[in-house]
């Protein structure tokens, strides 16, 4: 595996080839990053968000229609979990290298067709410029550095090259005020009632919660965050608001209806729930230019 990567390795890189998956070691990880290698390492949970998450067709659509055809391309996915936007599109990169803190997800990631490696994705092991398509979806808010995260992945892509996220909350839509705060903040209690959730257990929610560092009222991504950190870099930066049920649609400024319960809580919280800044999700679809200049 480790062949594979070393004509994109920086010289200082320290990336080890185990049994399953290569790694590059972490030192003195944070409570986030612990978080979410615990919850993406235990193999049940693993495989349910493989199943479950991010697998429709609108989904694939939608991010089809924002990479186009990654043949013979070398990308990067930041974040990748057990392999979900791989196993959801197909296709036939040149060469996929999934990059996660979970062993387990790794694991998962490359029976998908993923190069795995164990990482901390605010420093990774490569030289700048390399890839043609770096991805991240849903993992900017895992992350405790959202910026630190963009600027790492942006630092990877090749003059020419693309960088897609989606599924990261938006930090207008989640800033709840009064009321809906207060719904937002009972809404375990009420799951827990109903028999409503995603988690089967309390153990599952308690740290499907703790890994969404960034996934709570008051946080999430803006449209300044990615104009700021990537406009420097060379990118032409679009950001498409939407709310998850659209596909290729999205990228042609429509951005769908959210579910009740969150129209809901803009109107509580004093917004128009129709409105851009009440969009649950921002997807960046950012092209670096063909003349920007690649970090040594």
Request: glycine share 8%; aromatic share 8%; with cysteine.
């Amino acid at each position: 595996m480790k062949t594979e990567l070393l004509p994109f390795l920086s010289p200082e890189a320290d990336v080890r080839e185990l049994e399953s998956y290569l790694e590059v070691p972490i030192n003195n990880p944070s409570e986030g990053l612990m978080a979410n290698a615990y919850y993406f390492n235990h193999a049940e949970w693993a495989e349910e968000y493989l199943t479950y998450c991010h697998r429709s067709e609108a989904f694939k659509r939608r991010w089809s229609a924002a990479l186009g055809d990654w043949t013979d391309k070398i990308v990067v996915d930041i974040g990748c979990g057990p392999g979900n936007i791989f196993a959801t599109l197909k296709g036939k990169p040149k060469l996929l290298i999934g990059i996660d803190v979970a062993p387990k997800s790794l694991e998962l990631a490359k029976k998908e067709g993923y190069l795995p490696l164990l990482a901390n994705a605010e420093k990774l092991p490569f030289t700048s410029g390399f890839a043609d398509i770096v991805v991240m979806n849903a993992a900017l808010h895992h992350c405790d550095d959202m910026g630190a995260i963009l600027r790492e992945a942006a630092r990877l892509v090749k003059p020419g090259g693309l960088l897609v996220t989606d599924h990261d909350p938006q930090l207008s839509a989640w800033n709840y005020k009064g009321l809906a705060k207060l719904l937002w903040n009972s809404r375990l209690i009420i799951y827990k009632i109903k028999g409503y959730g995603f988690h089967k257990t309390d153990s599952q929610q308690q740290w499907g919660l703790a890994c969404e560092i960034h996934h709570k009222p008051g946080h999430g991504v803006t449209k300044e965050l990615f104009i700021n950190i990537l406009k420097p870099q060379g990118f032409e930066v679009n950001i498409f608001p939407h709310n998850h049920e659209l596909g290729a649609e999205v990228l042609q400024g429509q951005k769908g209806k959210a579910e009740l319960k969150y129209r809901l809580g803009s109107i509580l919280s004093g917004r128009n729930p129709n409105a851009d800044a009440s969009a649950l999700t921002l997807m960046c679809v950012a092209r670096k230019s063909n003349t920007a200049a690649v970090e040594t």
